[in-house]
């Protein structure tokens, strides 16, 4: 997550001073990313440095900050680029399924099941506080809720898929010619 | 209702139940054996990939098809002693199916369409209609009971045909994929009639292949080769946080405090 362009997002409102900025990141955000007020003061800081806020001037020793005409800029840009997407080699998931599938003596389908089980239990879950969401005051919460419901959905389907593919692999190498031979002990 | 044979409480038993098509070497066993019992008031969604038996399971339950072996009950009644008579009846009184493609009546308004089973089981039809104006009232369509199907939205139409399914006595639903046409707006709120349905102690078996919807259930039973492989029950109690921050924000959402249960050690 880009603090700077989060903090940018929130001057391009209405300045505010640091603290009006984390909590208001907060509420629009739905609390998900917690932020420390160091972070947004050494963030300020290096936005000042780079011209892209500046200080409205201090009272009672907290200081107000805006956008400037180059931080609008930058946040145009941020907005305007798509996200780009992690590298798949961090999914601690796939990594282990992967390695499961590699080796051969491990009980592949009773990681696939296991863990559709728990992705199903927190489906459940976060189809629980979907229910208890109000869509009028609270979009953001339901909005991020959807993010993860859809993201704990294409686990599940991408499980299925495991299975039905070590299904057909099995089938096709049922007389012991594709698949890897056990290991001997 | 009268229970002769023990099967308890269960709105829908089914025990050891199997379908096998054709016979001798040829046979193939569609579904089974599968145990299941769902309790009034119970929500229950059942997954699998295509061919799981899924849709042999809800023909069983809903008397629509017979177990080659082992045995359904409804009401604590075991379908395979009912005369056909009595059989039709049970499904009349108790069982509401909901399907993809809706199966209202192009001919008939909405509070028609939910009146229709009532009025085969031989309810007058002023009574008739109250019910189901009631039914429709219970999913919040009462404004349309005037409307035939083609003047509903989908959404709308499969509400009508929840309250139908659950129209009068009714209140054992049976849904295959009832959010199969519908986008993703609409099929959750279909979703979240069901569940309200449910919350009022109705009883629902929902077919799907989408995880999304099958988490509005209170258990989710995965199908596999006519198999019953995973029963994922709900969780119970107070909601655990689902993210590690602070409370307090998200327009005053409580109790998402730190610590982190779910999405740390990642």
């Given at each position: 997550?880009?603090?700077?362009?989060?903090?940018?997002?929130?001057?391009?409102?209405?300045?505010?001073?640091?603290?009006?900025?984390?909590?208001?990141?907060?509420?629009?955000?739905?609390?998900?990313?917690?932020?420390?007020?160091?972070?947004?003061?050494?963030?300020?800081?290096?936005?000042?440095?780079?011209?892209?806020?500046?200080?409205?001037?201090?009272?009672?020793?907290?200081?107000?900050?805006?956008?400037?005409?180059?931080?609008?800029?930058?946040?145009?840009?941020?907005?305007?680029?798509?996200?780009?997407?992690?590298?798949?080699?961090?999914?601690?998931?796939?990594?282990?399924?992967?390695?499961?599938?590699?080796?051969?003596?491990?009980?592949?389908?009773?990681?696939?099941?296991?863990?559709?089980?728990?992705?199903?239990?927190?489906?459940?879950?976060?189809?629980?506080?979907?229910?208890?969401?109000?869509?009028?005051?609270?979009?953001?919460?339901?909005?991020?809720?959807?993010?993860?419901?859809?993201?704990?959905?294409?686990?599940?389907?991408?499980?299925?898929?495991?299975?039905?593919?070590?299904?057909?692999?099995?089938?096709?190498?049922?007389?012991?010619?594709?698949?890897?031979?056990?290991?001997?002990? | 209702?009268?229970?002769?044979?023990?099967?308890?409480?269960?709105?829908?038993?089914?025990?050891?139940?199997?379908?096998?098509?054709?016979?001798?070497?040829?046979?193939?066993?569609?579904?089974?054996?599968?145990?299941?019992?769902?309790?009034?008031?119970?929500?229950?969604?059942?997954?699998?990939?295509?061919?799981?038996?899924?849709?042999?399971?809800?023909?069983?339950?809903?008397?629509?098809?017979?177990?080659?072996?082992?045995?359904?009950?409804?009401?604590?009644?075991?379908?395979?002693?009912?005369?056909?008579?009595?059989?039709?009846?049970?499904?009349?009184?108790?069982?509401?199916?909901?399907?993809?493609?809706?199966?209202l009546l192009p001919g008939l308004t909405a509070v028609e369409n939910v009146a229709l089973?009532?009025e085969?089981?031989?309810?007058?039809?002023?009574?008739?209609?109250?019910?189901a104006?009631?039914?429709?009232?219970?999913?919040?369509?009462?404004?349309?009971?005037a409307r035939f199907p083609d003047?509903?939205?989908?959404?709308?139409?499969?509400?009508v045909?929840?309250?139908r399914?659950?129209?009068?006595?009714?209140?054992?639903?049976?849904?295959?994929?009832?959010?199969?046409?519908?986008?993703?707006?609409?099929?959750?709120?279909?979703?979240?009639?069901?569940?309200?349905?449910?919350?009022?102690?109705?009883?629902?078996?929902?077919?799907?292949?989408?995880?999304?919807?099958?988490?509005?259930?209170?258990?989710?039973?995965?199908?596999?080769?006519?198999?019953?492989?995973?029963?994922?029950?709900?969780?119970?109690?107070?909601?655990?946080?689902?993210?590690?921050?602070?409370?307090?924000?998200?327009?005053?959402?409580?109790?998402?405090?730190?610590?982190?249960?779910?999405?740390?050690?990642?």
């Amino acid at each position: 997550m880009s603090v700077r362009h989060s903090l940018l997002a929130i001057l391009a409102g209405e300045p505010a001073h640091g603290y009006g900025l984390k909590s208001r990141f907060e509420a629009s955000t739905a609390g998900t990313w917690p932020l420390n007020v160091g972070q947004v003061y050494t963030t300020l800081a290096r936005l000042e440095r780079d011209g892209l806020v500046a200080s409205e001037g201090a009272d009672e020793n907290r200081q107000t900050w805006r956008l400037t005409d180059a931080g609008r800029e930058a946040l145009e840009a941020w907005y305007a680029e798509p996200v780009a997407h992690d590298p798949p080699a961090r999914d601690e998931l796939a990594i282990k399924v992967l390695l499961a599938v590699a080796a051969d003596d491990v009980d592949v389908a009773g990681i696939l099941q296991r863990q559709r089980a728990a992705t199903m239990e927190r489906l459940q879950e976060l189809t629980r506080h979907k229910r208890a969401a109000d869509p009028e005051r609270e979009l953001p919460w339901l909005l991020l809720l959807d993010a993860l419901i859809l993201k704990a959905e294409a686990e599940v389907r991408w499980l299925d898929l495991c299975e039905e593919r070590l299904r057909h692999r099995d089938a096709a190498g049922g007389d012991g010619t594709r698949r890897p031979r056990r290991r001997r002990s | 209702m009268t229970d002769p044979v023990g099967a308890g409480d269960a709105r829908l038993r089914l025990e050891a139940a199997e379908r096998t098509y054709g016979a001798g070497e040829h046979a193939v066993r569609a579904l089974g054996p599968v145990d299941l019992e769902v309790a009034p008031g119970e929500f229950v969604a059942i997954m699998g990939p295509s061919g799981s038996g899924k849709s042999t399971l809800l023909a069983l339950a809903g008397a629509l098809d017979r177990p080659t072996a082992g045995r359904v009950f409804v009401r604590g009644r075991d379908l395979g002693q009912l005369a056909p008579r009595e059989l039709a009846a049970l499904r009349r009184r108790a069982i509401g199916f909901v399907f993809q493609d809706f199966n209202l009546l192009p001919g008939l308004t909405a509070v028609e369409n939910v009146a229709l089973p009532l009025e085969l089981d031989g309810v007058s039809l002023r009574a008739a209609r109250e019910e189901a104006r009631a039914g429709l009232e219970r999913v919040g369509l009462a404004a349309l009971a005037a409307r035939f199907p083609d003047d509903l939205s989908g959404g709308e139409r499969q509400r009508v045909a929840i309250a139908r399914a659950f129209v009068g006595p009714r209140d054992l639903l049976l849904a295959d994929e009832p959010t199969g046409a519908l986008d993703t707006v609409t099929g959750e709120l279909v979703m979240r009639e069901l569940r309200a349905q449910c919350d009022r102690g109705r009883t629902a078996v929902l077919v799907t292949h989408d995880a999304s919807h099958a988490a509005w259930a209170d258990r989710v039973l995965y199908l596999r080769d006519g198999l019953l492989v995973d029963d994922v029950p709900a969780a119970g109690g107070a909601l655990p946080p689902i993210l590690p921050g602070p409370a307090g924000a998200g327009a005053g959402r409580g109790g998402r405090r730190g610590g982190g249960r779910r999405g740390g050690g990642r």
